[in-house]
């Protein structure tokens, strides 16, 4: 069974930084285009970036740009979302999101609170 | 930036048939997905490529897309529908993905 579990969540200062990982398992995680996706309490879901199967490409949306940045480690199965500048707004439940055309999968999921 | 636009809210009564619509300047040049979003879990696809359904997605979940507009359509709707529902797409270059604000479907 696909699994995607993210780790790396937690309390932060704003300001401060936190570096998000997603591990892979059970399925050919260089062939696939990855995002991560945040929640607010409450709140609807925000794409954040994205990246191609290679790594080789990158997107970030405009609410992140110069704070985060997405990247790859093919050879271990592992998304990453190094997060610097983190603002109390960034407070979110942060998912890894693998998406192929019908294959679809979310991990479960790291709570990120900015909060002095 | 890019923006699409759902209704927040959706009742209908079981049985009957729920339209979800979302509203984009760039969905003809774009496809559209919707995402099921139960209180607490991930995202589920219910929808890909504006009409195409995932082989362990009900049938009565159905897709369609024209001009500016994309629906989410939900035949016979049953109890365990109940849920938030997302449409996402991209924007006219294809470079920035995006989430419509959600819409809270309520089987009455």
């Known amino acids: 069974e696909v699994q995607l579990v993210e780790s790396g969540g937690g309390l932060v200062q704003p300001g401060g930084s936190l570096r998000l990982s997603c591990a892979a398992s059970?399925?050919?995680?260089?062939?696939?285009?990855m995002h991560w996706v945040r929640q607010a309490p409450g709140k609807g879901l925000v794409w954040v970036a994205r990246?191609?199967?290679?790594?080789?490409?990158?997107s970030h949306a405009d609410s992140v740009k110069g704070r985060f940045t997405i990247s790859r480690d093919n050879a271990n199965n592992t998304l990453y979302l190094q997060m610097n500048s983190l603002r109390v707004e960034d407070t979110a439940v942060y998912y890894c999101?693998?998406?192929?055309?019908?294959?679809?999968?979310w991990g479960q999921g790291t709570l990120v609170t900015v909060s002095s | 930036s890019y923006e699409l636009t759902q209704p927040p809210s959706v009742s209908v009564s079981p049985g009957q048939t729920a339209r979800i619509t979302c509203s984009g300047d760039?969905?003809?040049?774009?496809?559209t997905s919707w995402y099921q979003q139960n209180s607490g879990q991930a995202p589920v696809l219910v929808i890909f490529?504006?009409?195409e359904r995932p082989s362990r997605i009900p049938a009565r979940f159905s897709g369609s897309s024209s001009g500016t507009t994309a629906t989410l359509t939900i035949s016979g709707v049953q109890a365990e529908d109940e849920a938030d529902y997302y449409c996402q797409s991209a924007d006219s270059s294809g470079t920035y993905n995006v989430f419509g604000g959600g819409t809270k479907l309520t089987v009455l």
């Open positions: 999101e693998l998406a192929g055309g019908p294959l679809d999968y």
């Open positions: 760039a969905l003809p040049d774009q496809y």
């Open positions: 490529r504006d009409t």
């Open positions: 059970e399925i050919r995680f260089s062939n696939y285009w």
């Open positions: 990246i191609n199967s290679d790594g080789t490409s990158t």
